[in-house]
């Protein structure tokens, strides 16, 4: 395979050359994009080797056991000693991680309605009762971790899995009825909680008891009735190995997990309870870190911190994410490196991803031809009013030129599966488009927009639903905010569309936060977004902030700022509103809103 990639680099330049003029911009990158192709065909023969290897280990089940019981099994067995974990001053093995995970997994199996014997081995079948539970776990159960970063989570989660049981990783922030939504949505049998938790989920104790939910708690505290201690059950069970079949799954279908946020996973894993801005180069050098992974705004978090010694003789070489601005990517390797940052693209459901294996600031990735003969997508078309893709008059999908805002989309097919969501298949309909270049073909919508210029790279545009149309324009929130925060005195932006009455469309507000220990320079900012951005996109409002709102995946707050208008008399925000004849930003009075509302006072 490699001698035939070596001969296509030496032929395929000429021929291209001579047929594709359009891709003759992106030829010298073709080196680049060959070589990502030959390390993803080697790991891919990598995976199909250990799943061999799995095979041969314990036949039993079509995919021969290869899954994630059995790979933490593989390296407890290939690096017993070498630490897999560091949770502050606690470090654990591999070999210490497999034995947490056995023990969880034997208390998980008696609640299935299993006997462990003193010999570890699961020996006979029986009848077991359980704190709290209306019946046995079944095989193929959903059992819930509601529980902060600890390693007690993950012993937990690689105990479900060698169980034969689902995981679902349920945001720790959630309570009431977005926790109950959850809970439903993937059929939890149980949920695992912290017992830090358990006074802020008192009042949702009757309805999760409702649900016929076995309820734990993963620690000793003193807990409500019908509540019984987990870790005190694993701890009693013998930490021997599982048996394989149990875990092994029957098809690459098979549901191992369900996943409401953002996770992560690695070799050493350094956990922490809680990201911290101002200690991360700290921990950095204290545990010797050389990968992190980013996502949303963490890195504008770390370059907005004042300089400390710590940020300089760290060990990181790589950072690994999606989401980083360009701005600030410049930024951050300037101030902390020499490191290699590697943004992709991607979503947890989604049937395609990219990586920008060149480093070039600012891409997502490449759409080179070979990667896309292997990985097929394409940019097509979008119509931000009407919120569909544009079709010609066959009725089929348009294509996008390079330098234009396009959807992207993957094709569905058995290399490239949509698998849906939980609880039922009509709730991923809506993700598919049908007939997008012919009859019968079906796409998988990302909802995001995209852009490849004629080197074929590709830059993340905006969402679907954050792009707003203002004057018959498309406003990206990405690019005004790009413009924003190239201001010295600004420290973060969040741009965003809202209703105005008697105007169709959004108008574009930002939400700013001052860099310290600068003050908002009105005339500057006015200068800089009509030097710098279309009439049409300038944003209408503006609202002073002393920080923005995140997500629990650092990404900004857009829906509700958005719900949360531009009203005076509801916000006590400093306010301001453009006065495009006067060319300058005004404080926006209750006399100046309502002027607006009676379309006295033009935006």
């Known amino acids: 395979m490699a001698a035939l990639l070596l001969l296509l680099l030496l032929l395929l330049p000429p021929l291209l050359l001579l047929r594709k003029p359009h891709l003759w911009p992106g030829l010298r990158w073709l080196p680049a994009d060959l070589a990502f192709a030959v390390r993803a065909l080697r790991c891919k023969r990598a995976l199909r080797a250990r799943a061999l290897a799995a095979a041969a280990a314990d036949p039993r089940g079509p995919e021969g056991g290869c899954s994630l019981a059995w790979r933490l099994a593989e390296l407890a067995r290939q690096r017993p000693a070498h630490i897999f974990l560091v949770h502050g001053p606690r470090r654990f093995s591999y070999a210490e991680a497999e034995r947490e995970s056995n023990r969880a997994a034997r208390a998980f199996l008696r609640a299935r309605g299993w006997g462990a014997g003193p010999s570890g081995g699961a020996e006979a079948e029986q009848a077991a009762g359980v704190a709290g539970a209306a019946a046995p776990l079944a095989p193929g159960d959903t059992v819930a971790l509601l529980l902060p970063a600890c390693p007690e989570f993950l012993w937990l989660w690689f105990g479900l899995a060698k169980a034969g049981l689902r995981t679902a990783f349920v945001p720790a922030a959630l309570r009431r009825g977005p926790l109950l939504h959850c809970l439903r949505s993937c059929g939890a049998r149980a949920l695992v909680l912290a017992p ?84 991360f180069w700290e921990d950095c050098q204290q545990h010797g870190v050389t990968v992190f992974q980013y996502i949303g705004e963490l890195c504008r978090y770390l370059v907005n911190q004042p300089p400390s010694t710590a940020e300089h003789g760290h060990k990181v070489r790589l950072a690994v994410g999606s989401g980083l601005r360009p701005d600030t990517w410049e930024r951050f390797v300037r101030r902390f490196g020499p490191l290699r940052v590697l943004e992709t693209y991607g979503l947890t459901e989604g049937n395609v991803a990219t990586f920008n294996y060149t480093g070039q600031l600012g891409a997502v990735g490449r759409a080179s031809w070979l990667y896309k003969h292997v990985f097929p997508f394409s940019l097509i078309r979008y119509d931000v009013t009407t919120g569909e893709p544009i079709r010609d008059t066959q009725g089929h999908c348009v294509a996008t030129c390079p330098g234009e805002p396009g959807l992207l989309v993957a094709p569905v097919s058995q290399q490239s599966p949509f698998l849906g969501y939980a609880g039922g298949p009509e709730l991923g309909q809506g993700k598919l488009l049908k007939g997008v270049f012919q009859a019968g073909d079906v796409f998988f919508n990302t909802g995001d927009l995209l852009v490849c210029d004629d080197q074929g790279f590709l830059r993340f545009h905006d969402r679907t639903g954050d792009t707003f149309r203002w004057k018959g324009e498309n406003v990206a929130t990405t690019e005004v905010a790009e413009a924003l925060e190239s201001l010295d005195f600004l420290q973060e932006v969040n741009v965003y569309g809202v209703t105005v009455p008697g105007h169709e469309g959004r108008a574009g507000m930002a939400a700013l936060v001052l860099r310290p220990p600068h003050s908002l320079d009105l005339v500057q900012l006015y200068a800089h977004v009509s030097e710098n951005l279309p009439p049409y996109a300038w944003p209408r409002f503006l609202r002073l902030q002393e920080s923005l709102a995140t997500t629990e995946t650092f990404k900004q707050q857009k829906v509700r700022m958005a719900k949360e208008g531009f009203d005076p008399r509801a916000l006590s925000d400093p306010l301001y509103v453009l006065d495009q004849p006067g060319g300058a930003y005004l404080p926006l009075t209750r006399a100046r809103y309502s002027a607006i509302l009676a379309g006295d006072l033009r935006i």
């Open 196 to 279: 830090e938790f358990l006074e802020s989920l008192e009042p949702d104790l009757p309805a999760l008891r409702a649900m016929g939910l076995c309820l734990w708690a993963a620690g000793p505290e003193a807990h409500p009735a019908g509540i019984s201690d987990l870790l005190a059950e694993a701890s009693a069970e013998a930490d021997g190995p599982v048996p394989g079949y149990l875990s092994a799954p029957q098809s690459i279908m098979d549901t191992c997990l369900y996943i409401f946020t953002s996770g992560t996973t690695g070799a050493t894993v350094v956990l922490k309870s809680k990201f911290s801005a101002s200690q």
